[in-house]
């Protein structure tokens, strides 16, 4: 009973830490570890938000609407209302991949 979770973030923030370094292939060790002391401060500040319910992780609506729609399928089988065949052919339905047509 959990939302479906993928490796987009570490990609995004590893992307993020590319740019940082301007794209250089072989980055200076001093240059790295000042850019991985800089994130873990951004780190520190950011689990404060988001413990404070200040900072929230946005996804886009297409994923939303498939995650909303797996939370309803596990709420009708808690409820009985699906038995455990229905749920899996259910989720197995949802689309995540690319391409999906929403």
Known sequence: ???????????????????????KAQLPFYLMISLLHHEARLTAI?????????LQQQNR????????RLFQHWDEFAAG???????????AELNYGPGRAE
């Not at 009973?1 to 794209?23: D, F, P």
């Not at 609506?61 to 909303?68: K, L, N």
């Open 1 to 23: 009973m959990e939302g479906v979770r993928t490796n987009n973030n570490i990609e995004g923030w590893h992307n993020r830490l590319n740019r940082k370094a301007n794209g």
């Open 46 to 54: 950011q689990i404060r938000l988001v413990s404070e319910k200040k």
């Open 61 to 68: 609506r297409a994923y939303s609407s498939v995650q909303g």
């Open 81 to 91: 209302t699906r038995n455990t065949m229905g749920l899996l052919r259910a989720c």
